[in-house]
């Protein structure tokens, strides 16, 4: 049994937690404040775009967990990741791969993909009418002040506005990504 610290396991593409890994026999524990993730039967180890692609499961429990190493630097995770992937392939022990597994791993994927997607355009939903709202609240006290003879105060609501955009467009990337 081995203990891997400073690891994150991305739960999407902008949501991640720090944790620990920990390894016992073909199966992988992630414990964190927020939960455990317990991975029976580690299948592969595959490297993509610098992250730690963990195919897990048996008997209809299937699934992939994305992670990166952040315990040597935040500006060296690549290697640290791709180092971690070594130590994990040393110690554990791989179960094979069936037809019935790679068929479970493969719709677990597609149900991961479907719930990001969803997520991204809630987001994008979210982000849209956050920065219309700021847009409305700009528009309505501009024209309450440009009407009042003897002028007027406005509101800018930047806020809403920027922090919306910034949802929308993450949330775009995120439902972009699911339907990759």
């Excluded at 990741?81 to 479970?104: C, F, W």
């Excluded at 501009?142 to 002028?151: E, F, I, L």
Aim: avoid cysteine.
């Amino acid at each position: 049994m081995e203990r891997f610290e400073k690891i994150y396991l991305y739960r999407s593409d902008t949501d991640q937690v720090k944790g620990v890994l920990i390894t016992n026999g073909d199966s992988l524990t992630f414990e964190s404040k927020k939960g455990i993730l317990v991975m029976p039967k580690v299948r592969s180890l595959t490297m993509v775009k610098g992250r730690l692609n963990v195919d897990y499961g048996e008997a209809g429990n299937y699934g992939t967990a994305r992670f990166t190493d952040l315990s040597k630097s935040k500006f060296k995770w690549k290697a640290s990741t791709r180092e971690l992937e070594g130590k994990l392939r040393s110690v554990l022990s791989l179960a094979p791969i069936t037809a019935e597994d790679q068929a479970g791993l493969e719709a677990a994927q597609q149900v991961t993909k479907q719930a990001a997607g969803k997520r991204g355009r809630v987001q994008m939903a979210i982000g849209a009418v956050l920065a219309v709202v700021g847009v409305i609240i700009t528009a309505v006290t501009y024209s309450n002040a440009s009407s009042n003879p003897s002028g007027g105060r406005y509101f800018v609501a930047y806020g809403p506005i920027i922090f919306g955009l910034l949802l929308f467009f993450q949330g775009f990337a995120a439902s972009r990504s699911a339907r990759r």
